[in-house]
């Protein structure tokens, strides 16, 4: 099972990047996990549909606008997923949204059944290259909660 786990944001904008910190957090662990491709999506393009059509499930991380306090995290999966991207059409603050990228890939027959989005909440979305402690704290559980996930499909593959 090729699992992709999709970091999402713009490390120049504070807690906007938080995708792409949670993903260097991960990167000396699952860079070594056989079938498990960690992808930098920066601030999402169309030619990110290629790498989720050919993945067999896929985890994005990105600052989303839950419900929660700043630094704050949800996993949601599968269709719970699928009814906030289409629930929540300005849930992220990028040009091209995920629910465009979900479009493609449901066009092109491939949307991963295995799917889930680990989304924090940002506290500021303002230049600097650091998150703001409160979405930094939020780095470690992430990271626990994505490699749990992992773990968990490749058990039911």
Known sequence: MKTLVLGIGNI???????GIHVLQALEPELANWPDVTLL???????????PIEDADALIVVDAANIKTKPGEWALLKGEEMDAFLMGNRK???????????????????????????????????DW??????????????????????????????
């Open 128 to 157: 600097g290259e650091r998150p703001t402690p409160a979405v930094a704290a939020a780095i470690p559980p992430a990271c626990a909660a994505i490699r749990g996930l992992i773990r968990e499909w490749q058990h039911e593959a």
């Open 40 to 50: 930098d999506g920066g601030t999402l393009s169309f030619t990110l549909a290629g």
């Open 12 to 18: 120049l904008l504070t807690d906007e990047g938080i």
């Open 91 to 125: 849930s992220t603050v990028h040009e091209v949204g995920l629910t465009d990228l979900r479009a493609i890939a449901m066009l092109a027959g491939h949307w991963p059944e295995k799917r889930a989005m680990l989304a924090i909440r940002p506290d500021v979305v």
